[in-house]
């Protein structure tokens, strides 16, 4: 029994040594630290800049490539899911203005933190990475008449960055939503022209205009010949595209990649292991004659398991604000299919997943309105419709409208339009006896 326990006892100690050793060897092999390089020598870095003014005060952020990044800092902070946002604030008012950095990524990273997960090398080079890091970061506050600027180091986004910047004046709040591209990683809204897609958009000037033309877009999305209806187009978005995508990036919402080499290995990895892919593709439904202008999927803890969404352009304009019509479904697991071998599967209550959605949006803070209309499958127990993979589904047949602006505005102010009623809308109280 004791030869026992000393045996244990000795593979724990090995065990520890072990991974002792493994640690110290991975400082040791940590890449060293390189000679930064100033932001404006950086070659193409300001190419996606984005500005934006208010009165008396304008803002610019930039978002730096991968490789960008490792020149600007000496080090690869994406290889730590670190994404350095570099802002600029010109202040020509009265007061003094205070960057609320917890605004633009809740779970940001510390300058020195930031430091410290790339320290390599002696104990005086690591002093030295802190003492830059430091330096690099954007220092409150913005002083008027100046102009004061530096980094804030948020978690990796790639595609597109919604960049919300929160100045916090004497009395007033200065908010700004900006969408940043970044290079890098290859979806389909990058392939697509959505200024030029039709050679001109019918724009809707009245309400019922909008109401009926919402009504007799199609009721769901098709194969690629056209001649088989898949998933119900149960959502539309009204405004400008910088709202849309700074309301739904924020709320955890990602670009999917287009299936190529890369992607689809990633993928592999993903379904064998059970892990997260915040990009993984997804397959192509078609509207209007093509496939969807953009995919997005807010991802869970499994590939098997996520909230996905496709969308489209529309042909029409709602008073100069920009319209989108969508399908989103939520996976609920993978089965097997002749065609594709795996397919997900999903759960058929489209209409919770729908409001869901609605829910989801209205804690971004730029949705200010919605309300339904009709035009979308109904699809019930009695009869119901499939999707292509062929699941089945069941709707009330109605889509969910949804109005953005780059203004902030609270859960309990948002405009419940008197348009077509559901009974399955039971969120927050927002049913209120309808």
């Not at 060897?25 to 300001?46: D, F, I, R, T, Y």
């Not at 005086?124 to 954007?138: G, K, Y």
Request: charged residues 25%.
């Amino acid at each position: 029994m004791n030869g026992q326990v000393k045996s244990s006892v000795e593979l724990a100690r090995s065990l520890v040594l072990g991974v002792l050793a493994t640690l110290i060897l991975s400082a040791c092999s940590a890449p060293a630290w390189k000679k930064p390089v100033p932001l404006g020598e950086v070659p193409g870095v300001m190419q996606y800049a984005v500005t934006q003014t208010q009165d008396d005060v304008t803002v610019t952020v930039v978002v730096p490539t991968k490789e960008q990044t490792s020149l600007i800092f000496g080090t690869s902070l994406y290889n730590d899911h670190i994404q350095p946002v570099w802002v600029e604030v010109d202040n020509q008012g009265k007061d003094p203005l205070f960057l609320l950095k917890i605004g633009m990524d809740e779970d940001y990273f510390s300058p020195l933190e930031a430091s410290y997960q790339r320290h390599s090398g002696s104990k005086e080079t690591r002093h030295r990475m802190d003492l830059f890091f430091h330096q690099m970061s954007f220092t409150n506050p913005a002083l008027p008449g100046e102009v004061t600027s530096g980094w804030v180091f948020t978690n990796l986004d790639e595609g597109i960055k919604a960049v919300n910047i929160d100045l916090l004046g004497d009395g007033r709040l200065y908010t700004y939503s900006l969408v940043v591209k970044v290079p890098g990683l290859v979806v389909d809204v990058a392939q697509v022209d959505l200024d030029n897609i039709y050679s001109e958009f019918t724009d809707l000037k009245t309400e019922q205009e909008l109401k009926d033309t919402l009504n007799s877009l199609p009721c769901c999305t098709v194969n690629k010949k056209g001649d088989k209806n898949g998933d119900p187009l149960n959502v539309v978005f009204i405004s400008a595209r910088t709202d849309i995508f700074s309301a739904l990036i924020r709320r955890d919402w990602h670009l999917t990649e287009v299936t190529y080499g890369a992607s689809a290995w990633k993928t592999i990895k993903s379904f064998m292991f059970g892990t997260r892919y915040r990009y993984s593709p997804i397959s192509p439904l078609y509207v209007f004659g093509r496939p969807q202008d953009m995919g997005l999927q807010k991802a869970r803890d499994s590939i098997h398991l996520r909230n996905h969404m496709r969308i489209w352009r529309a042909p029409y304009n709602y008073r100069g604000e920009e319209i989108y019509i969508a399908q989103i479904s939520r996976d609920v697991g993978v089965k097997f299919n002749k065609r594709t071998i795996t397919t997900h599967a999903i759960d058929p209550d489209v209409d919770d997943t729908r409001n869901g959605l609605l829910q989801d949006l209205a804690y971004s803070q730029s949705m200010y309105a919605f309300g339904y209309v009709g035009g979308s499958q109904r699809s019930t127990l009695e009869d119901t419709y499939y999707n292509l993979t062929p699941d089945p589904y069941y709707s009330d047949g109605l889509r969910a409208v949804m109005f953005f602006a780059g203004r902030p505005t609270t859960v309990d102010k948002v405009e419940i339009l008197d348009w077509e009623k559901t009974k399955n809308l039971k969120m927050l109280d927002w049913d209120r006896n309808r």
